[in-house]
């Protein structure tokens, strides 16, 4: 045996094995790989989680940006709410974000809870979502990541009202000064629908 070739050949391997990557040849089996970050809070579990399955478990992550403030209008029997993808600070959504909440209340100043909770967005694109509401209510959002840790609300706005549907308009309601001047035209009328009992005397002038 040549003493100074194998020598050589173990030193060519051991330098082989010190430049490749630590994990090239390295298998997670039945287990969980913990990533900390610089002040060793734990922020990531890779493998088998406590349950049973096996996925990349973002934890202990830090608050999103909170969102812009939403933009609200009235829709029949409820609220259209947008809000545009950006952040009340100008900041990009973290690799990490993982939704927008859209909370809805009666009442003002009101603090987001799991009952206030009415839609989500799930694109950082921003996006819009109809909430059914039956009076006067106010609206804020905030964000989510994937650690379920949440951002500052945005200031609730509002109070804004859903535009009624027919079944919400009672005999009554509308009036003569409520109709425009021309808005009921006769192809708007079905044959015999006004008929003489339902014209009040002196209503109409010739």
Same mark, same amino acid.
């Given at each position: 045996?040549?003493?100074?070739? %194998?020598?050589?050949? +173990? ?13 090239? +040849? ?30 990349? #478990? ?5 608050? @999103? ?34 939704? =927008?909440? =859209? +909370? =809805? ?18 694109? @950082? !694109?921003?996006? &819009?979502?109809? &909430? ?40 009554? %309601? ?17 044959? #015999?629908? =006004?008929?003489?009992?339902?014209? !009040? ?6």
């Amino acid at each position: 045996m040549d003493l100074g070739r %194998e020598l050589n050949l +173990h030193s060519q391997r051991l330098d082989r094995l010190e430049r490749a990557s630590r994990l090239s +040849h390295a298998s997670i089996e039945n287990t969980a790989i913990q990533v900390n970050d610089g002040n060793g809070s734990l922020r990531a579990i890779v493998g088998v989680q406590g349950d049973g399955t096996t996925a990349v #478990n973002i934890v202990n992550g830090g608050p @999103p940006p909170t969102p812009s403030t939403p933009t609200v209008s009235s829709g029949l029997g409820g609220l259209a709410v947008g809000w545009d993808g950006t952040s009340a600070d100008g900041s990009i959504a973290p690799m990490d974000w993982s939704r =927008v909440e =859209v +909370h =809805v209340s009666p009442t003002a100043g009101f603090t987001p809870t799991t009952a206030t909770l009415r839609a989500t967005i799930e694109t @950082p !694109q921003g996006g &819009i979502c109809y &909430i059914p509401v039956t009076g006067a209510s106010y609206v804020c959002l905030l964000a989510r990541n994937t650690s379920g840790t949440a951002s500052t609300a945005t200031t609730p706005v509002g109070p804004y009202s859903p535009r009624p549907v027919a079944g919400d308009i009672g005999i009554g %309601e509308i009036i003569n000064t409520m109709i425009s001047d021309g808005a009921v035209t006769t192809p708007k009328l079905y044959a #015999n629908a =006004v008929t003489t009992p339902k014209i !009040q005397a002196g209503s109409v002038d010739a």
